[in-house]
T-cell receptor
Framework: GIQVEQSPPDLILQEGANSTLRCNFS?????LQWFHQNPWGQLINLFY???GTKQNGRLSATTVATERYSLLYISSSQTTDSGVYFC????????FGAGTRLTVKP | ETGVTQTPRHLVMGMTNKKSLKCEQH?????MYWYKQSAKKPLELMFV???????ENNSVPSRFSPECPNSSHLFLHLHTLQPEDSALYLC???????????FGSGTRLTVV
């Protein structure tokens, strides 16, 4: 099956800092999504981005499908950005990476 | 509120109990999914339903039994679970198998 690798596994930032999270996948995919899981377990869809670049406020994402990776950019981080960020890719069913645990300190 | 509602939010059950998890989606989607999230493990796909028919079962033990009575509702029936089944159980839906997923808030299950 498709392998999904996310890096870094853990990231600690000071409030206001910028960061880049990476997702590599092992095969061509039809879809790719970025999710944020808050401390209460809620998985929130951030981007549906099988290719190209999208922006939503302080967040943006870029997927280069031909090179099998996606990047999630967080700018001017806030404490509410803390949580685990998952990349999920889909060929037949949706497969998740292990996530990046982000902690933003005030 | 994402449009996918899961109940209960928390559940504690004994190993001899029978309980059911419920998922309801209000998005008009026609595919629904159960995922299991254990501590320090990636989300694991358990069951896929498309147009109310099961299309995938990833070798899940028979003590987990899904039911999809219509395109808006999905259940996970639980019986004689083990402590290692304690996890967060997440339901998701999508317009079709190749569209983005929307997740519910999950049911945090503890088996004692």
């Amino acid at each position: 099956g498709i392998q999904v690798e996310q890096s870094p596994p853990d990231l600690i930032l000071q409030e206001g800092a910028n960061s880049t999270l990476r997702c590599n996948f092992s095969d061509s995919v039809n879809n790719l999504q970025w999710f944020h899981q808050n401390p209460w377990g809620q998985l929130i869809n951030l981007f549906y981005i099988p290719s190209g670049t999208k922006q939503n406020g302080r967040l943006s994402a870029t997927t280069v499908a031909t090179e099998r990776y996606s990047l999630l950019y967080i700018s001017s981080s806030q404490t509410t950005d803390s949580g685990v960020y998952f990349c999920a890719v889909q060929l037949n069913d949706m497969r998740f990476g292990a996530g990046t645990r982000l902690t933003v300190k005030p | 509120e994402t449009g996918v509602t899961q109940t209960p939010r928390h559940l504690v059950m004994g190993m001899t109990n029978k309980k059911s998890l419920k998922c309801e989606q209000h998005l008009g989607h026609n595919a629904m999914y159960w995922y299991k999230q254990s501590a320090k493990k990636p989300l694991e796909l358990m069951f896929v339903y498309s147009l109310e028919e099961r299309v995938e079962n990833n070798s899940v033990p028979s003590r987990f039994s899904p039911e999809c009575p219509n395109s808006s509702h999905l259940f996970l029936h639980l019986h004689t679970l083990q402590p290692e089944d304690s996890a967060l159980y997440l339901c998701a839906s999508s317009q079709s198998a190749n569209y983005g997923y929307t997740f519910g808030s999950g049911t945090r299950l503890t088996v004692v």
